[in-house]
């Protein structure tokens, strides 16, 4: 089954996040503690993906181009309405600052959808039904869901929803993609895709640590212009 992976993992998400509904209510001291540690520990790891890089002038280029597209379209506020939409029909207590859905979705979803493991996986799953990369990805996605949930509330949760399409539709699509692209740009997608998906999650627990005050959402279109900007530089040199 070519998306057993991919489900497994949604799964592991939704079971993380409901265990981790269940911290919600503890002391705010230690709620702030733990939003540190995460914080710190986001930012390793995005560190240790964005270093990935063999080119970081394809990563400076994706991100001032995804960074314009971004701020054309507004996306971060776009996004940010459909939480607040949905956070007003879900969570009768709208004050409660700790449940904010349309954080925890943007978070959560930059942080298991963006790196090698979510594309290597899903290709292994489309094109040799191979699903160990996903099955690992989906332990470690359902631990990191339960400890974000515990902070960032429900939205946690609702990030499975682009995971499942975003790594389904790699899974479905795969055999024709590997027809289509040659292997050379797959691997360069796939390394410059992680580390500038790595800066991103940097960014992410700067701001969850308070540090900065950067608009995440509004660079996400890098995460796709990386794709452009290999093509094109593979095509012309």
């Known amino acids: 089954m070519v998306l057993l992976g991919t489900l497994v993992n949604g799964l592991c998400i939704v079971l993380g996040s409901a265990l981790g509904l269940f911290f919600t209510k503890i002391p705010e001291r230690y709620k702030q503690t733990v939003m540190n540690g995460i914080g710190l520990a986001i930012i390793l790891i995005g560190i240790q993906m964005a270093l990935t890089t063999e080119n970081i002038v394809i990563v400076l ?120 692209l040659p292997e050379s740009f797959l691997s360069s997608f796939i390394l410059e895709m992680t580390a500038t998906g790595g800066l991103l999650i940097v960014a992410i627990g700067l701001n969850m640590l308070n540090i900065t005050k950067i608009r995440i959402a509004n660079l996400l279109p890098s ?15």
């Open 61 to 180: 280029l994706s991100l001032l181009t995804g960074a314009i597209i971004g701020e054309l379209i507004n996306l971060e506020e776009k996004l940010t309405n459909a939480g607040e939409w949905i956070q007003l029909r879900v969570n009768a207590n709208q004050h409660n600052k700790h449940n904010n859905i349309a954080q925890g979705f943007i978070t959560a979803t930059l942080v298991f959808c963006v790196g090698a493991m979510a594309v290597i996986g899903a290709l292994d799953g489309g094109l040799r039904n191979d699903h160990e990369v996903l099955f690992t990805k989906g332990l470690l996605d359902g631990f990191v869901a339960l400890v974000l949930t515990t902070t960032l509330g429900m939205g946690v949760m609702l990030s499975v929803i682009p995971v499942v399409l975003y790594q389904g539709t790699i899974a479905l699509l795969a055999t024709q993609i590997e027809r289509f």
């Open 223 to 237: 995460v796709v212009t990386v794709g452009i900007i290999i093509f094109i530089y593979q095509l012309f040199i």
